[in-house]
């Protein structure tokens, strides 16, 4: 039977007729209502020609894409059963599959596909089947999952298991990310030519040089033109992305765990499932994948209204003191301030970062009646409280390590891991010290009237089973959720190591990057928020200057960058003066006011003629509103600049567009301005706005002006 899956201007054709594993036809434009027949001559209409020198049927690229339907590239599923006697490369084999079952229902196809025995009509002691399950989301977004089930009766070690995805031909340039730490999601481009283009993370995380999101498009896509495919893996540990184009004419994309040898072994009647692959198509560029995305997201996360919170990291570090953080949340409070979270350094012994991680009890040294004053100090202000753990982690200068050093990740070993951060990876795949961390932060929860945990993750893994670590991460966060189902938590990796759809499957927030640069965060915010919606995204008001870069801005920057996203403050305030308190108040009544429409209107980044200029916004979901930020990230490549286009409104309304102040104006060199700028405010068409676009105030570097749009 052809299976064809539409939603939302989108198709999906697979051709599973027949016993051979099936194949995909098609993943794009919507191809209309399409009859059985029509279905068919759709499919003969796709099959290749065969070629001299090949295999003597037509090459089509399998949903599981093996050696022995001819496909030459990296397989789907790789790895070999203990002592079989069947022939091997190298140490694996790749089995030959047929179809068992293909079902439908709704939105969703299920696939069984089940190993050829290698002598027919014999037991099979290598037997395995493969369960693919295949889901286009109302949104347009696909999704695929592969289970392995071993039904032979030896352990078959499983090397690799990646769900795949063709691509068209014309699909020839590649866009990933890279980065470091606090420098996250830099793209990066380049033309997929034969052969393979991979992206492996070893982190024990995804790691602040992810790749985060591969996109195959025409040549030159941007964010508002051309046709793009894209890939990401929902998953928190170890991982690789990768793209493959065959001589064949052939190409695809594809994604899995990445195991370490011998890291999974199933024993007979074992299974284990991939990490979903979640993919989507656009024709409008990158902004049409990111509305797909966001939605999809949205949908599957519902969150409530996102408190304008202040973080104490950069505040006060490790210097606790119940004076000193009470005079903090009272500015915190003064400026409209409705979530304090208290960062590291409350816990046993931690008065720096070489000590204490894994004792999550409150010092009674710093804290002798507790946290309970701080948080009724809190609570009286009109604030609820957050509080940072890092419940992966330990010390060895700890009193858990010193009583259970087989807890330690890699204790088995003939030497721990290196130490980053001066810190080690608590093994929660151990029964004990999973439940020594679920019980402490369990107690802390019923303790305290915690609303909110910032979760961090300060160092790659670098030993131990990721696979192990990473599940186990996810089995204590899902069971702190179902014990206080109003908990939210942020994913924190020592900044933007950990943004993936698997930990926000069980999380409220990620922290994109340690840094509070707004120059560094403007780039930062534009890239992933290509995949995660901006009320997911935390972004704070940091100091006049960053600790990561020493860099200083002016205070209106600082406020037009934290405005985009779940908005908070990570700056002693106590230290601000009185204008500089009143600015960000104004900000914060601002926020407050349009949140509604920042946390789920649709993301619009405009195509910059020079890369110095950029627009990006939010236009609500009705297109009735819309906040944008003209920024220079440069100095302008010309002294008289034109127009800036403001895509994504509705061409037939018109809007009143009027200039935000955030304590100050941005700041600018110019003689006079243009016309419009003295009047206060402009009414033009959307239609005007997104192919003419209006003019603007020659703004310095490093600057930014917001602007409000309301339809007439």
């Given amino acids: 039977m052809i299976h064809h899956l539409r939603a939302a201007g989108t198709s999906f054709v697979l051709d599973a007729r027949g016993t051979a594993v099936p194949a995909v036809i098609h993943f794009g434009a919507d191809l209309g209502d399409l009859d059985a027949s029509a279905l068919e001559h759709l499919v003969d209409a796709q099959l290749p020609a065969v070629g001299p020198s090949s295999i003597d049927s037509a090459l ?102 990646d769900a795949t995805l063709p691509v068209p031909a014309r699909a020839r340039e590649l866009l990933d990310f890279t980065g470091r730490w606090p420098r996250e999601r830099q793209p990066q481009r380049h033309e997929l030519g034969i052969g393979t283009w991979t992206r492996d993370s070893r982190h024990g ?46 190409a695809l994309v594809g994604a899995g765990e990445l195991f370490e040898p011998g890291e999974v072994r199933l024993q007979p009647g074992q299974s284990y499932a991939s990490p979903w692959l979640v993919s989507a198509w656009a024709d409008d560029g990158l902004d049409g994948l990111t509305r797909r995305l966001h939605g999809f997201v949205r949908s599957r996360r519902r969150l409530g209204e996102r408190k304008l919170m202040l973080n104490t990291w950069e505040a006060v570090y490790f210097d606790h003191d119940l004076a000193t953080l009470t005079r903090l949340a009272e500015a915190a409070a003064r400026v409209g301030v409705e979530r304090f979270v208290l960062d590291d350094g409350w816990m046993t012994g931690r008065t720096d970062d070489r000590r204490a991680l894994g004792d999550w009890t409150v010092d009674a040294d710093k804290w002798p009646d507790g946290l309970h004053p701080l948080l009724a100090r809190v609570h009286a202000l009109g604030m609820d409280f957050g509080l940072w753990v890092e419940p992966e982690m330990v010390s060895l200068d700890s009193d858990v390590a010193r009583a259970h050093p087989e ?51 300060n160092r790659d893994l670098l030993g131990g089973s990721a696979h192990r670590q990473t599940s186990a991460c996810y089995r204590l966060m899902d069971s702190l959720r179902q014990e206080f189902p109003r908990l939210e938590i942020e994913s924190c990796s020592s900044g933007g190591g950990r943004v993936d759809l698997g930990v926000l499957e069980r999380t409220d927030r990620v922290w994109p990057s340690d840094t509070n640069d707004s120059l560094e965060r403007q780039s930062i915010y534009r890239h992933t928020a290509s995949l995660v919606p ?87 979901p009705d297109a009735s509103a819309a906040i944008f930020a003209v920024v220079t990230v440069a100095a302008t490549r010309d002294s008289a600049v034109a127009p800036l286009t403001f895509p994504g409104l509705d061409p037939e309304r018109k809007y009143r567009v009027r200039p935000v102040k955030l304590g100050q104006w941005p700041r600018v060199l110019q003689d006079a301005p243009p016309p419009w700028w003295s009047r206060g405010e402009i009414t033009l068409a959307g239609r005007v706005l997104a192919e003419l676009g209006l003019t603007m105030p020659l703004l310095l570097p490093e600057q930014a002006l917001v602007l409000h749009f309301t339809a007439a």
């Fill in 60 to 161: 089509t690229q399998r949903i599981v894409p093996l050696m022995a339907d001819g496909w030459s590239g990296r397989p789907g599923l790789a790895g070999f059963h203990e002592g079989s006697t069947i022939a091997t490369v190298g140490a694996q084999h790749t089995a030959a599959l047929r179809l068992r079952e293909a079902r439908r229902a709704g939105h969703s196809i299920s696939i069984e596909l089940e190993s050829i025995p290698p002598i027919p009509g014999e037991p099979d002691a290598t037997a395995l089947v493969v369960e693919v399950v295949i889901e286009l989301s109302a949104e347009g977004v696909l999704r695929q999952r592969l289970t392995l089930v071993n039904e032979g009766s030896s352990v078959y070690s499983l090397a690799s298991l």
């Fill in 205 to 250: 995380r995804p790691g602040h040089d992810a790749a985060f999101l591969l996109v195959a498009g025409t040549p030159d896509f941007g964010f508002r033109h051309g046709e793009v495919w894209a890939s990401h893996l929902a998953w928190s540990g170890d991982q690789r992305l990768w793209a493959e184009a065959s001589a064949t004419g052939h």
């Fill in 407 to 457: 807890w330690v990740l890699g204790a088995g070993n003939a030497e721990l891991p290196q130490p980053w951060r001066f810190q080690q990876a608590l093994d929660l795949s151990n029964p004990d010290a999973f439940a020594h961390v679920h019980g402490q932060l369990a107690a802390l929860l019923r303790e305290y009237p915690i609303a909110y945990l910032k979760w961090d993750q």
């Fill in 534 to 620: 901006p009320e997911f995204l935390g972004v704070h008001l940091g100091a006049p200057t960053a600790h990561t870069t020493g860099r200083s801005h002016e205070l209106s920057f600082r406020l037009a960058t934290a405005l985009f996203g779940h908005a908070g403050i990570e700056w002693d305030l106590t230290t601000a003066n009185e204008t500089e308190l009143a600015a960000i108040g104004d900000w914060a009544t601002f926020y407050r006011s349009q949140r509604h429409l920042l946390h789920t209107g649709v993301l619009v980044r405009a195509d910059a003629s020079d890369p110095a200029r950029q627009v990006h916004g939010i236009v609500a």
